[in-house]
Each structure stands twice: as C-alpha cells, then as structure tokens.
C-alpha cells in the first residue's frame, strides 16, 4: 500500500531529528571526555610583520550605507526614477499634501534629461480663493528622506530643483516636522506666466531655525496650475572635505585610519541580475544625469550620487589605498561567456583612464571636468567578488588580467581564487580568497 506523501515527509522529518539529536550528544560525550594542549611560540625569531596596508575599510551599498547614509544627499528618490520608466509610477516615498480634489500627481517623461526622462507633474486645482479655496497651509508634495531628515539647528542647507511651467507660480520650499506642524525654514518661489516655460534650475539655501531629527522636505502652493519638478536635492551646506559626505559619518572613518578602501561592494557590484549591476560610467558626470539603478540585492533605489568619482574622492581624503572591485560580467544569477567578455574587458579598462588618465584622454577628461584634473592613485583592482567557482571565471580573468597589464603594468591585480587555480602563466598579484563554513546544529 503506498504511504501518503504528507506523512513520508513528517516520519522523515523526525528520524533527521532523531539523529541529530543522538549525534550531538554522543559528540558532546565524547569530547567532555578528552583534553587537549595548545602551545603558542612568541620568540621574536617566529615573528613577522602585518603589513600595513592590510588594514582598510570594505564598503557595500548595503542597509542604505551609501545612499541615505554615508553620502549626505537627503532627498530619498530625488529624480522620481526609483519606480522605473513606465509611467505613471509609484514615487514612493513622496507623498501628496492635500487630496484628490485639489491635487493631483503623476510621474511623465518629460525631462529635460536624457538619461534620467522621468519627471513629476504636479496639478494643481484649488485657489488661495473663490469657489476652491486651498487648505491653509496649501497643497504639494514632501519628502520624508531616509527615515526621516536630521535638521539641525542654524545649519544651512542647500537646495537644488529642476522647475518647468507656463502657469505663474507662487511656491513655498520648507523644512517642517514630519507632520508638518513645525516650520523650520522656508523660500518662497514667486514667478509670472512663461517665466519657467523651459526647464530652468533654481538653487537657494534654507537655513533652520530648531532642531528637528525627524523633519520632512515639502513643496507647497496654494495657486492653481501645473508645474513639473526633476532633481529635487538637499545637502547640507558642511560636509566631509566639502565633496558631499556626512561629516559625522565620514570622520568616523577617517579616525580608522584605514591604508584602503575597498569599494563600491561585493554582491552590490555584481548584482542578482547584470540589468542592476553597479556601472561604474553611470555614476560619474553631473549628478542631475546619472540614471540611478536598483540595488537588486539589498532591495532598494539608489540615485547614485556616490559613484566612482567620489568612491575614489573619498579614498584620496581618508589617505586610503583605492581597491576597486570590478564587474567582471557576472551576476549571482548569470554569467557572460568568454567568447563576449570583450565589452566588460574594455570597460574596466576604460574605467582605469577615468581615474588614471591624462585630462586629454578620452576619460581622464571627464574626470577633469568633475574638478580633479590630477590622476587617482588607482594601482589596485579586484577582479569580481566571489565569483572562482563560477564556469567562466577562470578563462575570463585571464583576458581581463592580460588587457589591464597591457595598458597598466603596474597595477596589482587580485583574484578571488587561491594560488593553486589560477594559470600560473598569468598569476595574480595578491588573492582575495572567500572560505565559508556551514555550521550544523541538531533539529529541534
């Protein structure tokens, strides 16, 4: 007769329990009852010195270290692309002040950026009087940030939008509570018809007034029209070294001391899938025109405001080895075959001029124009995370270590595989070897 599946899984279930259990007690046993010795020799012939750039600092992009943490930007989807290019999206974590009646918001593809075509328009229908008379404190939209925006008292923070309108427009910019009782600054926007017909940036400075950790950015009007917003930025005006981290958490880091900085991440690099990989060409160039991409591991948007350029930035002030971690065409779910690999092999490449070439190179130029006209000191790549085990990974490291050589021999160039798997006619210059356990425990 043929026992139920249900019950086949249930009796199965408990014997791995059973044995388990029994082998934990007999190892337990067995232990208590042996002794053992450990003798250290500390003569200092036996010793040998760590080296010092051993020490460092390894970044990921995870639980918002970068974006809503190190970097100091404190609009949460400051460019409306974290709900993707379909429209109308979800702009979480925005939110309407006001309700359907007076306000309506959508997300179109109207901006005056390429590479970043969302934008929000925001419709207004009520009036500061008549028929429809706005709420008191008007209609618009805020942003609450990352858990919600650190004012601090008297700090001065600058504020930068993308406007476009042919309405005449009447717009409050405030920091307030998170339930907008509490005003802490304001700027108002005052324009005619036809003054913002094109889209035109507009930058002021809000000083606060009270402390307030849990504060909000909002936009408020209470004249009827219809005005489209892109690019909606706060920063504090002191930040590290004034290149846009968090004071408080950058010289945390610094008081480390670290001899490198390895960056941008490990899973954060390769992505679940290449579509949301870190690209290191997309986050470098003005801020307003990097497309941002979803940090498919974590779980969450990221604006890309800490790219490579200030990954490396931040190497140079900490006085930090940069160690870049590379893509090397693999994700945790896929993985490019040697016969394409070219096109990643260039892009490393291409991304070693940027940090590294003279500002009339192609790259190196777009460094130059971001304010460091003088070369990073990138002499260290990591090729991949943890990815030796992976089919291709071998055969594909050996193109890339080969293609880097050829233009920057003296690079160093580090494996994710162990001396003994790499081809020992292309071997690399240091190992970067991950060794993970699996601790059993019994069922219980």
Known sequence: MAVPRRSLDGRLFWVLGLVCAMYQI???????????????????????????????????????????????????????????????????????????????????????????????????????????????????????????????????????????????????????SSDGLQNLAAYTITA?????????????????????????????????????????????SETYMRHGYRKDLASMLANLKPKILKFPGGNYVMGNYLSNAFRWSETVGPWEERPGHFNDVWGYWTDDGLGFFEFLQLAEDLGACPVWVVNDGASRNEQVPSATIAAFVKDVVDGIEFARGDPGTSWGSVRAAMGHPEPFQLNYISMGNQECSMHYYKENYRKFYSAIKASYPDIKIISSCDRSTISPVEPADLYDVHVKTVAWSSLR
């Open 192 to 236: 005619d018809k036809e003054d913002f017909k094109e889209w035109t940036k507009v930058e002021f400075d809000l000083q606060s007034s009270e402390r307030n950790p849990n504060s909000r950015l909002q936009l408020t009007t209470r004249t009827s029209g219809i005005v489209w917003f892109d690019q909606v930025s706060l920063m504090p």
């Open 26 to 176: 007999f190892f337990v046993r067995s232990a208590a009852g042996q002794t053992a010795q450990l003798s250290v020799n500390a003569s200092p012939q036996n010793t040998q010195m760590i080296p010092e750039n051993m020490f460092g600092i390894f970044f990921e992009e995870i639980n918002h270290a970068g974006a809503g943490g190190l970097w100091a930007e404190l609009v949460n989807n400051r460019g409306f692309e974290a709900g993707g290019p379909n429209t109308p999206s979800n702009i979480d974590p925005w939110l309407i002040i006001g309700d359907e009646s007076n306000i309506i918001v959508a997300t179109d593809r109207s901006s005056c950026f390429a590479t970043n075509p969302i934008a929000l328009r925001m419709e207004v229908l009520c009036e500061s009087s008549g028929n429809d008379v706005c709420p008191p404190g008007g209609v618009g939209i805020y942003n609450p940030g990352f858990w919600g925006m650190n004012i601090e008292e008297a700090k001065v923070y600058k504020v930068s939008m993308y406007i476009m309108s042919s309405d005449s427009m009447d717009l409050t910019v405030s920091l307030t």
